[in-house]
């Protein structure tokens, strides 16, 4: 450990004189004109149970301040127990999961449970071996303590989480039934305890807001148009 910081301190003390990064303003983007949404992690957003090695003492996967109940970004690490977003966009795949006694694993991702059970006869896999469920994926857009928007990240509800999903996609239906476009409401999402016949859960929680201010507004369309005007491009 001694040496590890010992190479730490000389490192910053090599790297010394840097400019404020209100000097280099003007250079950024340079040499990252070719890099897309497409060429970026968007992070996703998981809903941490007691199961979950994050919460787990010990675990190497264990993350510092990480409890059961908690939202956390899976590529910053960072922990919430409830956050502001806007929903940008809504798709649904059918995943293929090997039952967990025999070793577990996704499959593969479908767009049809059809499609999903005619892949596992071509590739000689027993339906008794296998979970088939549907994977509901929202894409968000973050917002920070301000407001203003933060990242991008992807929100999958599969499980118990789909009744959630729907109740969601119901409330922005309402929403475009009166002219308010899917990404132009503020919500919150938040977590909350709930049961069934397999024990003591943590499920999401989703309430709206606000509809979005013009700026904000502005923004989410803005970053709805980047990451998906590629693709519309490309189709």
Not at 14 to 29: C, M, Q, S, W
Not at 36 to 45: F, H, K, Q, S, V
Not at 91 to 115: A, C, F, P
Request: proline share 4%.
């Amino acid at each position: 450990m001694a040496n590890n910081t010992n190479v730490a301190v000389k490192a910053e003390d090599k790297f010394t004189g840097v400019a404020t990064i209100e000097e280099r303003g003007d250079y950024v983007g340079r040499g990252s004109e070719n890099v897309t949404t497409d060429d970026l992690a968007i992070p996703r957003l998981k809903l941490l149970q007691m199961i979950n090695p994050e919460v787990e003492p010990g675990n190497p996967k264990q993350v510092e301040g990480a409890q059961a109940g908690m939202i956390m970004n899976s590529v910053t690490e960072e922990l919430y127990t409830s956050l502001f977003l806007i929903n940008l966009s809504f798709t649904k795949k059918i995943v293929v999961w090997r039952k967990r006694k025999l070793g577990g694993g996704m499959v593969g991702s479908y767009d049809t449970e059809q499609e999903a059970l005619d892949a596992l006869e071509e590739q000689g896999l027993a339906v008794k071996d296998h979970d088939i469920s549907e994977n509901p994926t929202h894409l968000v857009l973050l917002l920070d303590d301000e407001g203003n928007p933060k990242s991008v990240a992807l929100l999958d509800m599969p499980g118990v989480k789909v009744k959630k999903s729907r109740i969601w996609n119901t409330l922005i239906n309402d929403e475009e039934k009166q002219g308010n476009p899917r990404f132009g409401c503020v919500w919150q999402l938040g977590v909350v305890s709930e049961s069934n016949s397999s024990g003591n859960f943590f499920n999401y929680d989703v309430s709206l807001v606000a509809h979005a201010p013009d700026e904000l507004y502005d923004q989410a369309v803005e970053m709805y148009s980047a990451l998906f005007s590629s693709k519309t491009e490309a189709a």
